[in-house]
């Protein structure tokens, strides 16, 4: 599968002997990588990465997402989610709503609930603590993934501390972990482009940073195929692996295709704001994204494929592609959804382990920090009820 001569020809062939001898790659390389026109050999230096790192196992995870509320503060252009209090399509759940969707169906198994909503202008840190311990207390087995790094520095201005002590006390109100979000592209050219409100890229690294610091492990993001350039996805990606070899909190990568429904980048184009009309990714973009990104972040131990943004099918083939995870049932998506993604809301663990095993490798279960379920420890499977 590996021929030198072969990207001898495409003029990749010091990248070639970089994978081979596991040596780091740099920005040019990153570059030579996104311009190569063979798709399918750079998916293949990003498979013997990822088959090293993994073998045959492609991970999973029985999870469940919910969203507490999408009114936000901010108003991202790219982002179908958000609305303004009062505004039609707002919503806001009481505690009772979120543990009421958390036990809606107490048959079904689950490993991880994954929380996260917009910036609201008034919920109080003390609401979101009682929110966690009570989800931990309704569900004891169940680890709890939530609120990025933006809702962090939005909950630490509405609370007048800083955005340790409120890492701090979320850790201690029992959040395992943060989910990748907010990060976008960090550029910040790009950053003024689509959502000049919202933390900078350098607060982004900060806040994660604090989070390893307090021991807690995060994921990151990286939205792509909107205005930004390669270089610019490569600069990202090279923050991040930076981040990484000081602290090593990083647990998993997850490139996320723009989705371009519902959003100001589709719906408005004002000639001042350099904004122009944004299609969606291609298979095979999303497919070198993820290769390029199995390839640069040499520290990064997980890439997902995160199928509500890929759709299933493209997920499936990303697992050659240097992707080692599918992320997991979700139960009820709504922000992809909400901005076009044509990916079902759910899934059972039969569907992503036969995805899995037809895609030509070996399911594991995993929770949310991505450690695997021993054998005979997996959960009960519940028929379709995942
Ligand atoms: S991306 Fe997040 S911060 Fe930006 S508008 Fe949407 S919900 Fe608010």
Not at 82 to 100: N, P, T
Not at 128 to 144: G, T
Request: aromatic residues 6%; glycine residues 8%; contains cysteine.
């Amino acid at each position: 599968m590996l021929d030198r001569e072969h990207y001898k020809r495409l003029g990749m062939e010091e990248i070639f002997h970089k994978v081979e001898d596991n040596t780091r790659l740099e920005m040019e390389d990153g570059l030579r990588l996104y311009q190569c026109p063979d798709v399918v050999a750079v998916g293949a230096l990003a498979d013997r990465v990822r088959r090293r790192l993994h073998g045959n196992a492609a991970y999973y995870v029985l999870n469940q997402h919910i969203n507490y509320s999408n009114i936000c503060v901010h108003g991202c252009r790219f982002c179908a989610f958000h609305r303004k209090a009062g505004e039609q399509g707002a919503f806001e759940l009481s505690l009772e709503e979120v543990l009421h969707k958390l036990n809606e169906r107490p048959e079904r198994s689950l490993r991880e609930v994954h929380i996260v909503g917009g910036c609201h202008p008034a919920l109080p840190l003390g609401y979101f603590e009682d929110m966690i311990r009570r989800v931990k207390a309704s569900r004891p087995e169940v680890q709890v993934k939530a609120f990025t790094a933006v809702e962090i520095a939005h909950f630490a201005q509405l609370e007048g501390t800083s955005t340790r002590s409120v890492l701090a006390r979320l850790h201690k109100a029992g959040v395992d972990m943060l989910p990748g979000g907010g990060a976008e592209i960090f550029s910040p050219r790009i950053r003024n482009l689509l959502c000049p409100e919202k933390l900078d890229g350098e607060k982004w690294l900060k806040i994660n940073g604090e989070a390893h610091e307090l021991g807690m492990k995060t994921n990151a993001t990286m939205l792509y195929g909107h205005l930004e350039t390669e270089g610019e996805r490569l600069e990202h990606l090279l923050a991040l692996r930076q981040l990484q070899d000081r602290t090593g909190g990083f647990t998993c990568f997850i490139p996320l295709p723009f989705q371009p429904s519902n959003t100001q980048l589709a719906t408005t184009l004002p000639a001042s704001t350099q904004l122009r009309k944004i299609q969606p990714t291609t298979g095979v973009e999303d497919l070198k994204t993820i290769a390029v990104s199995r390839l640069m972040l040499d520290n990064f131990p997980h890439i997902k494929a995160y199928w509500v943004m890929l759709t299933l099918k493209l997920a499936q083939v990303a697992l050659h592609f240097g992707a080692d995870d599918l992320d997991g049932t979700i139960v009820e998506e709504k922000i992809g959804h909400m901005a076009g993604a044509e990916s079902e809301q759910a899934l059972t663990r039969e569907e992503l382990e036969r995805i899995i095993r037809e895609g030509g490798f070996n399911p594991v279960e995993r929770d949310c920090l991505f450690n695997a379920a021993s054998p005979g420890e997996s959960l009960p499977a519940t028929g379709t009820e995942n």
